[in-house]
């Protein structure tokens, strides 16, 4: 395929600012449920088992939504451009999130919590494929590293927005900051490879295809499977673990009875330390010029930090914030894994891959979830069952990683014959 404008060999372009900007307000979004799960709730009239059961079921609710609009923000990328979906996903979570400071039911929280799922879908898969496809090859990997540290970062800045005002307001100032972002309108340009794709009028944007083609079909499997501990960590470990904190007795309040950590803080230091591992493994990848490298050796340790997550006891409330913290850096192989599954495929499905993939990945936490509360029934505790549903996950995530090809350096200007 002929290339229609020059590549670029700056780390920090156009491209890498805009998906950045807009990377950092949808992991604000994103995580501000698992920040405000307990005061919103208890704001709705609820308490005690109530906030785990209900609060799984808000999160399960977010991710179908991420799952449905995954699909087809993945579609519109490929079919229309890169920078169609970066804008659309970003209005419509930012509206949605600024409905979800206006709740007044379990109901109506859960359909606000699915369309700003359907939101938080499009951006990050957009913005990876629009990234890689305007760097070279190089570089690219400098330039989805940067888009994902600086992004994962309005987490932090989620937690520290919770700690200042009431969960509404903290809604209110995420769905704000999308519209802000949406009124600067930084200009940006769209990919030339997608251009020279739509030009040539190749078949694109064809998600079905990715299930017809038995390699195919296991190519992108795969990618799924290597990003979904990373979510098992965030859905089972992290957002519920304010529940952990308590069974393993840090913490307790000697009135409430209950654990002092919270799910704010938890996710605060818990991306603090995503941010700095999302730096790092990219900065290894780079320095390995191999991605499969960078990523065993983070799924490694962040089986070794799951572990010890899941058997502590009995220690402080910093302690436990600090392992939580390097859970975090372990957990934040986020850029590399997807840079790796956007790497697989033509131009023709790669912004459906990049967008589908990492949705599907957090839609993942759906099964893990509802595996997870059903082992408990069967008179597990939340750690024991925390325990097997990790083992199956990162057993998966390792064999895959196995399987698949390496991509660094690899030439992405090519179409997938469908």
């Known amino acids: 395929m002929k290339k229609e404008q020059k590549l670029h060999t700056s780390v920090i372009n156009m491209a890498v600012i805009v998906a950045a900007l807009g990377?950092?307000?949808d992991i604000y979004d994103l995580l501000l449920f698992g920040i405000v799960r307990e005061s919103s709730l208890r704001g709705l009239g609820y308490s005690g088992h109530d906030l785990l059961k209900h609060g799984a079921f808000l999160l399960n609710a977010q991710m179908w939504g991420m799952l449905l609009g995954g699909i087809l923000w993945g579609i519109i990328g490929d079919k229309r451009g890169r920078l169609s979906v970066l804008f659309g996903s970003i209005f419509l979570y930012s509206a949605a999130n600024i409905l979800n400071g206006t709740v007044q039911s379990l109901e109506m929280y859960a359909v606000y919590r699915f369309i700003a799922g359907v939101g938080l879908a499009g951006e990050l898969g957009a913005g990876i494929t629009l990234v890689a496809e305007v760097m070279t090859k190089e570089k690219r990997g400098y330039g989805?590293?940067?888009v994902a540290s600086f992004g994962i970062f309005g987490a932090v800045v989620g937690g520290i927005v919770a700690k200042l005002f009431d969960w509404r307001t903290a809604y209110y100032i995420g769905g704000g900051l999308g519209?802000?972002?949406?009124?600067?309108?930084?200009s940006a340009y769209e990919s030339g490879m997608f251009h020279q794709s739509k030009k040539e009028g190749i078949v694109r944007g064809d998600f079905l295809s990715l299930f017809t083609d038995t390699k195919r079909f296991f190519k992108y499997l795969k990618g799924i499977l290597i990003g979904?501990?990373?979510?098992?960590?965030?859905?089972?470990?992290?957002?519920?673990?304010?529940e952990y904190?308590?069974?393993?007795?840090i913490g307790i309040d000697a009135v409430t009875k209950k654990s002092i950590v919270t799910g704010g803080n938890t996710i605060m230091y818990n991306y603090a330390g995503s941010t700095l591992g999302a730096l790092i493994c990219g900065l290894l990848s780079q320095f390995f010029k191999h991605r499969k490298?960078?990523?065993?050796?983070f799924i490694l340790t962040d089986i070794v930090f799951a572990f010890i997550f899941l058997i502590i006891r009995d220690v402080s409330v910093p302690v436990f914030y600090f392992l939580v913290f390097l859970l975090g850096i372990a957990n934040g192989y986020?850029?590399?894994f997807i840079t790796l599954a956007s790497e697989q495929f033509g131009t023709n499905i790669r912004a459906t891959v990049t967008t589908t993939t990492p949705n599907f990945v957090r839609g993942a936490v759906v099964p893990m979830t509802t595996f997870w509360v059903l082992l408990q029934t069967y008179n597990l505790d939340i750690a024991g069952a925390a325990m097997i549903v990790g083992i199956i996950v990162f057993t998966l995530a390792l064999i895959a990683l196995w399987k698949t090809e390496e991509t660094f350096g690899k030439e992405l200007d090519y179409t997938e014959p469908i």
């Open 245 to 249: 904190a308590t069974h393993f007795g």
């Open 334 to 336: 986020w850029s590399v």
């Open 228 to 242: 979904a501990p990373i979510w098992y960590v965030i859905g089972i470990l992290i957002f519920f673990a304010p």
């Open 144 to 146: 989805t590293t940067v």
């Open 179 to 186: 519209i802000a972002l949406l009124i600067l309108r930084v």
């Open 293 to 297: 490298k960078a990523l065993l050796y």
């Open 23 to 25: 990377y950092f307000v």
